[in-house]
């Protein structure tokens, strides 16, 4: 089945430690996305890609680092330099032209740093 | 991007329609407005989208305000399903590319 996958679902890390986020794509999209999502609030854009081996802060990059070697591929490095990481994250994918450019979301990864 | 407004949340009961408002009023004419739902410890999916005509999916439909500074969306029969965050969304087509920027939403209760 086409999709995106997140893993882990849980993950847990002591304060101080980087941590990685995997996400994969078998849509064939160009774009992809990273957003942290805190209790009872929206979704804040971290990073996206519109090409391999390119990407763009968003609104909140301090403290995260990507990668986009392949098209599939979008890992999420959570670095000691977030100062408050606990949340719960989400990457999406999409087509950058043509329609409405629908953003597809993986199941998330909900990250707890102790 | 332009800015949208929802009520934090709204109740509604099984089979009974919903109508979901959001106001946009600094709407320029190239945005497009779509709908997200989020269910709970779920990521977000697409539910509608439509730039200046009224739009009907299997889901849901969309009904814009002829001035466009507002639309509705509309659940025809609630499910218990139906409980989630909805969010309203500008894109604008020629300056955010395939961005969206999320708001709070509004937070559907479903009563059996």
């Known amino acids: 089945d086409g999709g995106i996958t997140q893993s882990p679902k849980y993950l847990f890390r002591k304060e101080g430690q980087n941590v990685t986020l995997s996400c994969e794509q078998n849509l064939n999209h160009d774009a992809m996305y990273w957003y942290r999502q805190d209790p009872g609030q929206g979704l804040r854009l971290i990073y996206y890609s519109q090409i391999v081996n390119d990407f763009q802060k968003g609104d909140i990059a301090e403290g995260y680092s990507v990668s986009r070697e392949k098209k599939e591929s979008f890992p999420l490095t959570v670095t000691s330099a977030q100062k408050n990481p606990t949340a719960f994250y989400l990457c999406?994918?999409?087509?950058?032209?043509?329609?409405?450019?629908?953003?597809?979301f993986g199941p998330g990864t909900r990250l707890t740093v102790l | 991007d332009a800015k949208t407004t929802q009520p934090n949340s709204m109740e509604s009961n099984e089979e009974e329609p919903v109508h979901l408002p959001c106001n946009h009023s600094?709407?320029?004419?190239?945005?497009?407005i779509h709908w997200y739902r989020q269910l709970p410890s779920q990521g977000p999916e697409y539910v509608i989208h439509?730039?200046?005509s009224n739009v009907n999916n299997r889901m849901a439909s969309l009904a814009i305000a002829e001035d466009r500074k507002s639309s509705t969306l509309i659940l025809h029969r609630a499910t218990l399903r139906d409980a989630a965050v909805y969010y309203c969304?500008?894109?604008?087509?020629?300056?955010?590319?395939?961005?969206?920027?999320f708001g709070e939403g509004t937070q559907l209760t479903v009563n059996p």
């Open positions: 439509g730039l200046t």
């Open positions: 969304i500008l894109r604008d087509r020629e300056t955010s590319g395939s961005r969206l920027t």
């Open positions: 600094t709407i320029s004419g190239t945005d497009y």
């Open positions: 999406a994918s999409s087509l950058t032209s043509g329609g409405p450019l629908t953003q597809y």
